[in-house]
């Protein structure tokens, strides 16, 4: 009995250590050749233009619908993407709403997605009813010393609200 468990283990262990290795040279070999892929790509979508439009005109709910689903799936799964994709919109772009207040102000993004996602674990945010993003200093950069998630009610209570005004009516000026 333990020889054939044995044997499973074995064969778990060599299926593994080679299907790491065949992953690492399929992300090499993509690496080297993007150029070539991304071309390729261009290519298939030029030449099979009318065939993709036909399809997306005949099945247009279904792709939206699909799209919906992946996209609530994908914010379940990895929240904090969501609030990475929020902070580039307001300190990158431009044309976003918020600018203003943050990309106009000076505010960079200092954090990756993957310094976010240990903020996101260290925060505790997975407990949270509404986890929002703080910056500890307000005129302060999107850092790892600058950042935490707190709850959604305190962070409206320590920021303005409307007006300028704090939720809790003192005046901050």
């Known amino acids: 009995m333990k020889r054939i468990d044995d044997n499973k283990t074995k064969a778990k262990r060599f299926y593994d250590r080679h299907r790491e290795r065949r992953l690492r040279t399929a992300r090499k070999w993509r690496r080297k050749n993007k150029d070539k892929i991304s071309e390729y790509n261009r290519e298939y979508a030029r030449t099979h233009q009318e065939e993709i439009s036909e399809h997306r005109k005949a099945y247009p ?8 689903a992946q996209k609530r799936e994908w914010s379940k799964k990895y929240p904090w993407r969501n609030v990475m994709y929020s902070m580039r919109q307001r300190c990158n772009d431009k044309k976003a709403i918020n600018y203003k207040n943050y990309g106009g102000r000076g505010i960079k993004i200092e954090i990756d997605l993957r310094e976010l996602r240990e903020l996101w674990i260290f925060s505790g945010a997975d407990e949270m009813k509404k986890p929002e993003l703080h910056r500890i200093d307000n005129d302060g950069n999107y850092s790892m010393n600058n950042c935490k998630f707190i709850e959604g009610e305190e962070h409206r209570r320590i920021h303005r609200v409307g007006k300028g005004r704090p939720q809790d009516g003192r005046n901050r000026r």
């Open 61 to 68: 709910e279904w792709y939206k619908e699909t799209r919906r």
